[in-house]
């Protein structure tokens, strides 16, 4: 992959991506799916037919990068640190994974002019609005700071969810958060029984009329509805103001 890749074009640089997205998913001993509406092309090669768009997911664990492009083709918005992670910072390096250090306020502006390139050459984004990792049966605020790509160029934001299962359940084994180091979390994940990825495509958003910030919030509810859907009671509310003054407060440190 990695000395056909550069050569290759655009629509088929998507095809690799997904293919060895797959491969991985193989790999690691998880089946995919996925179920709503995506268009062929966009769900093929990451790239739509007339503009870019946003696609805003939860974030779970290191292996969601290959969940989601195992169906849709994406340039990612990661966390600076999963760039000097072994094996999966450099394959992040090499699908264009685009990194971001949130602790610097300069890195919002150069981030979304990549956005903007991306975006106006039909590319799909993906961000992990929440800023960090969950155990997958919550979310987190969703940060809107990313989203003034689309609004300016008047492009989809489409959300989506992923969900992990085990025997058909949905579980948080695989999550990579808290405590749990990366050698412990590639053990859970190989580990699973019946181990299985699921994207939930939901209603994209049109941001014509709509600031950043209210899409954050559409977005927020409709991705929070679909998780309740699928968790039931062992769905974790989170307490938003709570969760936003302890950002500010680790800000700070």
């Known amino acids: 992959m990695y000395t056909k890749f550069p050569r290759a074009s655009r629509e088929e640089q998507g095809r690799l991506i997904q293919i060895h997205s797959r491969k991985i998913l193989e790999i690691a001993g998880l089946q995919y799916s996925w179920e709503g509406q995506l268009d062929e092309k966009l769900r093929q090669t990451g790239f739509n037919t007339t503009k870019g ?8 664990s290191w292996i969601d990068i290959f969940s989601l492009n195992s169906v849709i083709p994406c340039r990612f918005i990661a966390k600076a640190d999963i760039a000097h992670w072994p094996f999966f910072g450099l394959i992040a390096k090499q699908i264009g994974t685009l990194f971001i250090d949130r602790g ?3 890195a919002i502006v150069k981030i979304n002019q990549e956005i903007t390139k991306a975006l106006e050459s039909q590319q799909t984004v993906a961000v992990f609005a929440e800023g960090t990792t969950t155990q997958g049966n919550e979310l987190l605020p969703i940060r809107s700071n990313l989203f003034s790509p689309a609004v300016s160029l008047n492009t989809l934001i489409q959300p989506v969810i992923i969900t992990y299962s085990s025997n058909d359940q949905p579980t948080t084994q695989m999550a990579f958060s808290g405590d749990t180091s990366l050698i412990r979390s590639l053990w859970n994940v190989v580990t699973a029984e019946k181990g299985k990825v699921t994207i939930h495509v939901l209603e994209p958003i ?3 009329g709509m600031d950043r910030r209210a899409i954050g919030k559409l977005c927020e509810e409709r991705m929070k509805e679909k998780l309740q859907q699928i968790w039931g009671n062992n769905f974790k509310e989170t307490d938003s103001e709570a969760t936003n003054l302890l950002k500010k407060v680790i800000s700070k440190k």
Do not use: A, G
């Open 104 to 106: 610097r306020r300069s």
């Open 206 to 208: 049109d941001p014509d």
């Open 53 to 60: 768009i946003t696609l805003v997911s939860n974030h779970i």
